[in-house]
């Protein structure tokens, strides 16, 4: 589904990513974690052509980001993407949120675009929110509507960059309960989280990323977990510190 192959990204003289390769194959949810300034976000934003490479290649659902020829936005549209901060047009209610991209980007006519977001709505149980404004909504519920978003444009894999991690305490729950729902029916996803519990629980496979955009580990969820003492010394350290409390 995904496959990032040697790749490489300096911003100016500093590497970001260093010859990272990964396969994602349909059906996996892989986890990505690592410290804070080791390039996840950006190796998940390369994925979805928002941030360009200098080394490498990317292919999603076998179409290739590097050629010249590939339609990007169209490419885009078919990889869904949640962000730390939701990103929902703060001007727009959250059927337009849903909808804006469905009728500008597929093309959809506006109601099978409502019909269609209302759908994604339901699934994370704010369709009773539809005509609210963001500003009017919690940032769990936000956040559960730029996934319904993301849904809406039936994409083929889910990126998520640390989708909780701009949440009140008692508001992470809802969100993840959402990711693991989409896990459970079998929807492709990465996931760069810090939530140590909730990679045990849905991952088939957790990557770790060092500073300077080394891949580390890349592995399954049960020998990440169940087997740390076979793990690279940083991610030791890394899983002890997640640990200690
Ligand atoms: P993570 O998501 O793992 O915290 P990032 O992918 O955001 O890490 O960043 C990786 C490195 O790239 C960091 O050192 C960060 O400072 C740097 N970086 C990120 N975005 C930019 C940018 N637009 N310009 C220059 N440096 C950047
Ligand atoms: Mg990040």
């Not at 980001?65 to 936005?73: A, D, E, M, R, W």
């Not at 949440?167 to 810090?194: F, R, S």
Request: hydrophobic content about 40%; charged content about 25%; glycine content about 8%.
């Amino acid at each position: 589904m995904i496959e990032i192959k040697n790749l490489s990204k300096w911003y100016g003289p500093t590497q970001v990513l260093n010859n990272s390769s990964v396969t994602i194959n349909k059906g996996d949810v892989v986890v990505v974690c690592g410290p804070s300034g080791s390039g996840k976000s950006t190796l998940i934003k390369t994925v979805n052509a928002l941030e360009s490479f200098q080394k490498g290649e990317i292919f999603v659902d076998g179409i290739g980001l590097h050629h010249p020829k590939t339609n990007l936005s169209k490419l885009r549209s078919r990889v869904g993407m949640v962000f730390q901060h939701f990103e929902l047009f703060p001007h727009l209610s959250v059927a337009e949120n849903l909808t804006i991209a469905q009728v500008k980007v597929l093309g959809r006519n506006q109601q099978d675009a409502l019909v269609r977001g209302l759908k994604m709505l339901d699934r994370v149980g704010l369709r009773a929110h539809k005509d609210k404004f963001p500003g009017q909504l919690s940032g769990g519920q936000q956040q559960r509507v730029a996934i319904a978003r993301a849904l809406s444009m039936d994409p083929i894999v889910m990126l998520f960059d640390e989708p909780t991690s701009a949440l009140d305490p008692e508001m992470v729950g809802e969100v993840l309960d959402v990711i693991v729902t989409l896990a459970k029916e079998g929807m492709t996803m990465m996931v760069v989280t810090h939530e140590m519990g909730f990679a045990r629980e849905v991952a088939n496979r957790v990557i770790f990323i060092d500073v300077g955009g080394c891949i580390l580990e890349d592995c399954s969820k049960e020998e990440f977990f169940g087997n740390t003492e076979d793990r690279h010394p940083r991610v030791k350290e890394f899983l002890k510190k997640t640990f200690k409390h």
